[in-house]
């Protein structure tokens, strides 16, 4: 029979969980780090092993849905038709290696291509954030409130300092301006605790220039199921199964940002 997603819903945040248990346990042992793309972008043994724990349980319990995964044990996904996962086992690696923090495991559950589920899990804080689409969205047991909207001048936006300097992706004088104006900037180094932040209102906006789905698509559902809004830097909606910019925000601070800073 086909499975509710008050079902799904609960068997993710019970394997959430437990992942993040085992992650915490893994701080006591030696970790085993590699290089991907660039020397910066790392992987270690607990990314995959974190990331095969969730596609067992996923596979066994639910045989008809799909894994996007970024480790790469998933299914090799070229549409979104059905129930598609997306797992980022480890958001934030470099966190993890260097600083035992500010890290968190991110999945998104779409089905037919629209976000059902999201969750962001901080390990070290003991952290949920969860969404279910028309449900609310919650940090742990507590209902988050629906975003107000602000102005560039009383946010605090999330932006890498990369985008502001030489880089290959942007200008660096699109963005500066808006630095300046902002009321403060952050950096966190976990694309999926940045959208959680914006989803609790810790932060009004994140800015980033290039980021993969598993980046992004549990806290596309956390933020959207608050108010939020999600799109590329041009205000754009957000490919599902490509690399994107991503510009999250509090509604009226996301025009505010694209008629003054990107479109002017
Ligand atoms: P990751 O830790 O899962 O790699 C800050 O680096 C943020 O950007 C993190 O959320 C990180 O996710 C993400 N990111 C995406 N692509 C990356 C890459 N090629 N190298 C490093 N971080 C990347
Ligand atoms: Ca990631
Ligand atoms: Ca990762």
Known sequence: ???????????????????????????????????????NDLVTNVDRETERFFIENIRKTFPHHHVLGEEGFGDNITTLEGVVWIIDPIDGTMNFVHQQRNFAISIGVFENGVG???????????????????EGAFLNEKPLAPLEPVSV?????????TWVTENKRIDPSVLAPLVKDARGTRSYGSAALEMAYVAAGRLDAYITMRLSPWDFAGGLVLVQEVGGIV????????????????????PGLHEEILQKYIHS
């Open 116 to 134: 059902m589920l999201g969750y962001v899990y901080d390990v070290v804080q003991d952290e949920l954030y969860a969404a279910r689409k028309g």
């Open 153 to 161: 001048s009383e946010a605090i936006i999330s932006l890498n300092a």
């Open 231 to 250: 799109t590329n830097l041009y205000g754009e909606p957000l490919r599902l199964l490509e690399k994107n910019s991503v510009f999250v925000s509090k």
């Open 1 to 39: 029979m086909q499975k509710t997603w008050e079902e799904i819903d609960h068997y993710a945040r019970q394997w959430i969980k437990e992942a993040g248990t085992r992650i915490r346990a893994t701080f006591a042992e030696k970790l085993t780090v590699e290089t991907k793309s660039h020397r």
